[in-house]
Nanobody
Framework: QVQLVESGGGSVQAGGSLRLACVGSGRPGSSWSMGWFRQAPGKEREFVAAVTWSGSNTYYTDSVQGRFTIWKENGKNTVYLQMNSLKPEDTAVYYC???????????????????WGRGTQVTVSS
């Protein structure tokens, strides 16, 4: 049974920073590609960032490129998202995602994700 537990959400003023973490458990001995999606009130869940199982490749949606950084803890299924220069439009529930069984090089769509975390709230005030 795979579980993903997020932490690090909170409230911050525009221009501030937050770091999210997601710890994955289950399927010992396997290394997963992992990522983050977010869902704002009244909007669909959208892709934010992903990192491959080895940590060697990262992917970002255009709106966070240059402000957010994703990385995996070496040898672990733990992923972080450093969010800098936060904007009010970054306000959302952020969900951790694990890509385990799906097609290779598939990160940005729901169909790519095999497991989800429960989410952590990020609120950015102006």
């Amino acid at each position: 049974q795979v579980q993903l537990v997020e932490s690090g959400g909170g409230s911050v003023q525009a221009g501030g920073s937050l770091r999210l973490a997601c710890v994955g458990s289950g399927r010992p001995g396997s290394s997963w590609s992992m990522g983050w999606f977010r869902q704002a009130p009244g909007k669909e869940r959208e892709f934010v960032a992903a990192v491959t199982w080895s940590g060697s490749n990262t992917y970002y949606t255009d709106s966070v490129q240059g402000r957010f950084t994703i990385w995996k803890e070496n040898g672990k299924n733990t992923v972080y998202l450093q969010m800098n220069s936060l904007k009010p439009e970054d306000t959302a529930v952020y969900y951790c995602a694990a890509y385990i069984y799906g097609p290779a090089d598939c990160y940005t769509e729901f169909r790519c994700v095999d497991y989800w975390g429960r989410g952590t709230q990020v609120t950015v005030s102006s």
